[in-house]
């Protein structure tokens, strides 16, 4: 089994070992305002999902893919967008719960994992997964090996500073790359945009929180022109932070996933040009920019899946 | 035997497979205005190196760390630093006239194998080496293995731009990092800092092109304010971009190596400081900075040395 805790939805998944999603569901993480309601459900779902096929799915683990999570310590701790900002020992929590081994890993992480070993990435060395939803997420693959760090939590591109004094960031930081380039970070410019702008605009008549990237998306395909100039903002943003990212690493391919990359175009377009303009010339035209070869969630369900196979010696293709 | 070409010098040594440097030389590189007359000079030098003790070492290969370089192709292409900017094919014209294997590889991954195979890094799985010579370069390793890239380019952290339109960088960017943190980046803060200033300094009666880092240092240690602000203001830099580094990698240590490194607390101190700073809570205080514990530019000799046992299969602790 697998859950993938991001800021706007819990997604969990009991997931067969080709990598089939056979049973899933989902949980509006938003809708919670602490802790203790927010585990509650959590906890329901997880049930309803083990009683499913008449609980007949034998499930080995839990293979747990979250936001600032310490995969060591089996915590999370500080997540800028989640209901428990406090340190919540979830591992242990769900164990005693389900009596169910649990394995953490960054949520990016687990995208990334999901990619090379289910997706568009399973013949690649070298690449990176950058998961754009409520915040920014990345996952590194180098060698063929998940770049986890110290204490497997490396990878917080989405709290590098690119604006010194910008925008508030839920870390406690200002102008971090996610309050810029994130499903929040469009609505966040395109509500900028719409201050600058005199011109009547259709999302003068929406609230700032009634606004979904989905809306923003529509709207660009309809010729808006703010809708449109957020995206190529937040592309260009996206496409700069690319070019150092190659620098550091030269993947083979960087992947864009999530909520916000659904919009094709409108996003890959700026965030490619932009990035090949900032390239030293000898990458320049040699970095693949893709969509994530799976359903959106899926890459990230299906990583967290992988490491109760890994850790339990169940599949051997489950390393990369 | 191993070479580390440099922006400033160029440092030849044949090495004993316990990491003993058992001759040594050096070459001016900001001597030569083109490659012929650099090429010459280099060839002597190696002649000279390979024809002590009688002759009679045994010389297996060369291992050339260089800055810009493609391992794969054997190239150096667009170095920033170097009197030779346009590709050269140096693996294949040195092999030609020595009759040696050579292998090639970048110089902070060199450094970066050095001192995991030699230094302080070596029970370390994730660490990293920042140089800062005449350019800035970097190695990073992850899970015990070089994060050398698609094609061995990574780690070009030196041309990440932190400030745009800032200042004019060799690679015909604007505003690298290199452009302010290394031995000319500092050189040049310091006179932008004279120009500032009304008080007298001692600088403002020395060239510019006769300033080294060393005399900045020397400077600084008796409480040069302008010398000292200089440093300041490079830590800060460094420090800065650390912190993103280390929410990407999460490296256990960071090792800073190179000239300028030299100048111990004036440097380190407010690196440190400025890296802690602008850190996520959860590295605050964990990451270590340490100087390379290897002597000025040995460890990327003796990393590139290693390539040599380790693509000959001469020693199996060759491997990280």
Same mark, same amino acid.
């Given at each position: 089994? !697998?859950?993938?805790?991001?800021?706007?939805?819990?997604?969990?998944?009991?997931?067969?070992?080709?990598?089939? %999603?056979?049973?899933?569901?989902?949980?509006?993480?938003?809708?919670? =305002?602490?802790?203790?309601? @927010?585990?509650?459900?959590?906890?329901?779902?997880? @049930?309803?999902?083990?009683?499913?096929?008449?609980?007949?799915?034998?499930?080995?683990?839990?293979?747990?893919?979250?936001?600032?999570?310490?995969?060591?310590?089996?915590?999370?701790?500080?997540?800028?967008?989640?209901?428990?900002?406090?340190?919540?020992?979830?591992?242990?929590?769900?164990?005693?719960?389900?009596?169910?081994?649990?394995?953490?890993?960054?949520?990016?992480?687990?995208?990334?994992?999901?990619?090379?070993?289910?997706?568009?990435?399973?013949?690649?060395?070298? @690449?990176?997964?950058?998961?754009?939803?409520?915040?920014?997420?990345?996952?590194?693959?180098?060698?063929?090996?998940?770049?986890?760090?110290?204490?497997?939590?490396?990878?917080?591109?989405?709290?590098?500073?690119?604006?010194?004094?910008?925008?508030?960031?839920?870390? $406690?930081?200002?102008?971090?790359?996610?309050? @810029?380039? !994130?499903?929040? $970070?469009?609505?966040?410019?395109?509500?900028?945009?719409?201050?600058?702008?005199?011109?009547?605009?259709?999302? =003068?008549?929406?609230?700032?929180?009634?606004? !979904?990237?989905?809306?923003?998306?529509?709207?660009?395909?309809?010729?808006?022109?703010?809708?449109? =100039?957020?995206?190529?903002?937040?592309?260009? %943003?996206? $496409?700069?932070?690319?070019?150092?990212?190659?620098?550091?690493?030269?993947?083979?391919?960087?992947?864009?996933?999530?909520?916000?990359?659904?919009?094709?175009?409108?996003?890959?377009?700026?965030?490619?040009?932009?990035?090949?303009?900032?390239?030293?010339?000898?990458? =320049?035209?040699?970095?693949?920019?893709?969509?994530?070869?799976?359903?959106?969630?899926?890459?990230?369900?299906?990583?967290?899946?992988?490491?109760?196979?890994?850790?339990?010696?169940?599949?051997?293709?489950?390393?990369?």
């Amino acid at each position: 089994m !697998s859950i993938d805790i991001g800021g706007t939805s819990t997604k969990l998944a009991i997931v067969g070992q080709q990598g089939v %999603i056979l049973e899933k569901s989902t949980l509006m993480t938003s809708a919670f =305002k602490d802790e203790h309601t @927010y585990f509650n459900s959590l906890f329901e779902s997880i @049930y309803t999902l083990l009683s499913m096929h008449n609980g007949q799915y034998k499930v080995n683990g839990i293979g747990l893919g979250a936001p600032s999570c310490n995969p060591i310590e089996g915590t999370i701790d500080g997540a800028a967008n989640l209901p428990f900002p406090q340190k919540v020992e979830i591992a242990r929590v769900l164990e005693t719960e389900f009596d169910l081994p649990v394995y953490l890993i960054k949520d990016g992480n687990a995208s990334a994992l999901g990619e090379g070993l289910f997706g568009a990435a399973q013949n690649m060395d070298n @690449y990176m997964v950058i998961t754009l939803g409520t915040g920014l997420g990345c996952g590194i693959v180098s060698n063929k090996k998940i770049v986890s760090g110290n204490n497997g939590q490396a990878g917080e591109i989405g709290h590098s500073v690119i604006k010194r004094n910008g925008r508030e960031c839920g870390c $406690g930081k200002n102008g971090c790359l996610e309050t @810029y380039v !994130s499903a929040t $970070g469009i609505k966040r410019t395109l509500f900028k945009l719409l201050t600058f702008s005199v011109a009547e605009n259709s999302f =003068k008549n929406i609230p700032f929180n009634e606004v !979904s990237p989905k809306m923003i998306y529509e709207a660009a395909k309809i010729g808006n022109p703010i809708a449109l =100039k957020a995206f190529e903002q937040t592309g260009q %943003i996206l $496409g700069e932070k690319l070019s150092e990212l190659v620098a550091i690493f030269e993947p083979e391919a960087i992947f864009l996933a999530g909520g916000l990359s659904e919009a094709g175009t409108f996003l890959f377009d700026p965030v490619i040009a932009h990035m090949e303009h900032s390239l030293l010339d000898i990458y =320049k035209g040699k970095i693949q920019v893709l969509p994530s070869s799976l359903k959106t969630n899926e890459a990230a369900l299906l990583g967290a899946a992988s490491l109760v196979w890994q850790n339990q010696n169940i599949k051997e293709t489950c390393q990369l």
